[in-house]
């Protein structure tokens, strides 16, 4: 399997909106409500965001938000914020014969 | 809360076997969850290795398997990866994960640094 496609790079000023996409295949993506967010800081382990397409987990803001449609999920984050900035994946189950889970090549945030 | 951490060598000679072991704590590893293993080369994506279950069932990523082996001691709560026939491609940061039930992974150890050299 193909690494999910996220673009390099995307940027937004404090309090406006971002949306980050992750485009798969009907394999992965299109084929599953299987998909993860994971945000990672310089020299950190990365933590997740979102699951399951668009669940959040406990503790994280609900200014993060997931969403798929075919192909493609989106990551968004509203309200941004300074220490958002960072690098962020996105993840999607991608076998139901070799059970394997594909990750995106990574966009970074710049907060302006 | 259960905690991940990774162990083992930093420097690892080509051709040589990567191997690491993560240590489980706060809860067990006999738990309903698989165990994996991801990497990240310097300045670069994540990418899935493989998992393993507290009864010793693996998955693996198809372009590694050939040189994959991820085993379980679950006396001593922990989980070990072992990569062969490593070359300077396989330089990464390695972490363990816990994966649940819809395939995310949380919570992640904090990682080791694998450099492959002469």
């Known amino acids: 399997q193909s690494a999910l496609t996220q673009p390099r790079s995307v940027s937004g000023s404090p309090g406006q909106s971002v949306t980050i996409s992750c485009t798969g295949t009907?394999?992965?993506?299109?084929?599953?409500?299987?998909v993860s967010w994971y945000q990672q800081h310089p020299g950190k382990a990365p933590k997740l965001m979102i699951y399951?397409?668009?669940k959040r987990p406990s503790g994280v803001p609900d200014r993060f938000s997931g969403s798929k449609s075919g192909n493609t999920a989106s990551l968004t984050i509203s309200g941004l914020q300074a220490e958002d900035e960072a690098d962020y994946y996105c993840?999607?189950?991608?076998?139901?014969?070799?059970?394997?889970?594909?990750f995106g090549g990574g966009t970074k945030l710049t907060v302006l | 809360q259960v905690q991940l951490q990774e162990s083992g060598p930093g420097l690892v000679k080509p051709s040589g076997t990567l191997s690491l072991t993560c240590a489980v704590s706060?809860?067990?590893?006999?738990?309903?969850?698989?165990w994996s293993w991801i990497r990240q080369p310097p300045g670069k994506g994540l990418e899935w290795i493989g998992e393993?279950?507290?009864?010793?069932?693996?998955n693996y990523n198809p372009s590694l398997k050939s040189r994959v082996t991820i085993s379980v001691d679950k006396s001593k709560n922990q989980f070990s990866l072992k990569l062969s026939s490593v070359t300077a491609a396989d330089t990464a940061v390695y972490y363990c994960?816990?994966?649940?039930?819809?395939?995310?992974?949380?919570?992640w150890g904090q990682g080791t640094l694998v450099t492959v050299s002469s």
């Open positions: 994960a816990r994966k649940r039930g819809s395939h995310w992974f949380d919570p």
């Open positions: 706060g809860g067990s590893i006999s738990s309903s969850n698989w």
């Open positions: 393993i279950y507290h009864s010793g069932s693996t």
């Open positions: 009907s394999s992965d993506v299109g084929g599953y409500n299987y």
């Open positions: 399951d397409v668009s």
């Open positions: 993840c999607s189950y991608a076998g139901s014969y070799t059970f394997e889970v594909v």
